[in-house]
């Protein structure tokens, strides 16, 4: 049967409400924007009346470093890779519409925000993202938008109703959003809402063939703007109200983190949002996919990149640590010394790491992610001063082993050996200030050392070549006063 289709816009008074908030910060200056436009080349080209978050803000998120991204959604139900799963049933109706009421079923009652905030401090993570909706279009808050949708029957038959499609539809109608970005704050973690352009599940959204992913309601006659203006502006208009809900209704948000892109005719819409966003939050770090130039940082996916000097914004890497971000049972999981090692590396060339894990359908996570989290947990715990707040030195290796890392004010380079250099450590490109101290963290011992034209040498005691009287198994951190460059 064919059902109304209500479509809910939020007032723009929303703004007006959010001006008294604290969290709304200040806009860039003109100021601060030519600066952050002369540093990052990629936030050229933006409408003059655009500002990207401010400096300030840009230093902050850089000093986070570590991070966990959390993919969590219907597609837990189904042990597949995230909304992903979806594609490889596109011409199964029957099977998407089982997919897509299996809201009907999502009942995690053993999510537990705190406990999911401790198991990040534990793992020494300074922030998270966390899918509020992926592709599959279902929401993890209580939206007041409404869409087109379907609910399964007790006899197997199905019923085409139109509801929120969110978290309020399901047995365990808790507002996850809220108590995770609740949760956040009381644990002093970063937020960063992850939010998906594209929609599954989304009538209006019928134009979507990217990927040829098509939607369950996919219109090969709604080919544009033109071909249904209604239905077009009624998808658009949706965006900008779940944005607003975001971005109101939680408070102050670190950053908000899109996805995905729409058509090429929809890209000045795209903007819009991209701008809405920042009024609403002046100073939150907008994702660029999908904006463009109106982005504050960009994310590298399964890839360390090899030469950092080619990204032209601020970056962070996000790399599943199993075959996808989401949880599957009996997964393959990378090692925990990669995971260690990936931070490192990805630290030394300026960027941030977000390693990706998702919880079971029940909200529990497995074993082997805490494992893994927990490890390089134990390693910041004494080294954690040569990662965060850090940036870049003059070169981010020196050969295979050696990454560098620097304090902002430039007095300290700490020098990180993947690998126990030996009874030395060599380097011709740290230069040491001359009557200074060297340290190896976690060792309250100052360590012999010269230079001379050949470069710094640092000569390691004995009772440190036997492994157990070492400060970890992997990885170390040699602390340099460093003469001005």
Known sequence: MKTKIIITTLSSLVLLALAGCASAGKPATRAEEQRLQEKYSAYRGVDPDYTHAGEAAVERWMDLKWGLRIHWG???????????????HVKDQEWQRNYYASYQNFNPTNFNADEWMEIMQRSGMKYFSFTTKHHEGFCLWPTKTWQRGFRKNADGSFEEITNHYSIAETPFNRDIVGELVKSGRAHNLGVSLYFSHIDWHDWDFGWDNQFKCRNFWYDGTFTNRASDPKRWADFIQKERDQITELLTRYGPIDTLCLDMKWCKEAQPDAFEVAKLARRLQPNIMLRNRG??????????????????????????????????????????????????ESLIDIVSKGGNFQVGFGPDATGRWP??????????????????????????????????????????????????????PGETLHSQLVKAKAGSSIRLLGVDQELKWHQDQAGLTIELP?????ESRRPGRQAYAFKVESDPW
């Open 367 to 420: 074993q082997e992610m805490i494992d893994r989290v927990n490890y390089v947990g134990d390693w910041l715990k004494v080294n954690g001063e040569s990662i965060f707040a850090t940036r870049p030195y003059l070169r981010y290796h020196e050969g295979k082993d050696l990454r560098f890392t620097r304090t902002k004010d430039k007095k300290y380079v700490y020098i990180i050996s993947l690998k126990w």
């Open 291 to 340: 904006i463009d130039q109106y982005g504050d940082y960009e994310t590298p996916e399964r890839v360390i990149p090899e030469d950092p000097n080619r990204i032209k914004r601020p970056w962070q890497v996000i790399y599943p640590c199993g075959t996808g971000f989401s949880y599957k049972t009996d997964d393959t999981y990378k090692s925990r010394e990669w995971v260690l």
């Open 74 to 88: 219907l597609y837990t139900l189904w042990n597949g890779r995230e909304s992903w799963i979806v594609r490889d």
């Open 462 to 466: 004995k009772e440190l070549q036997i």
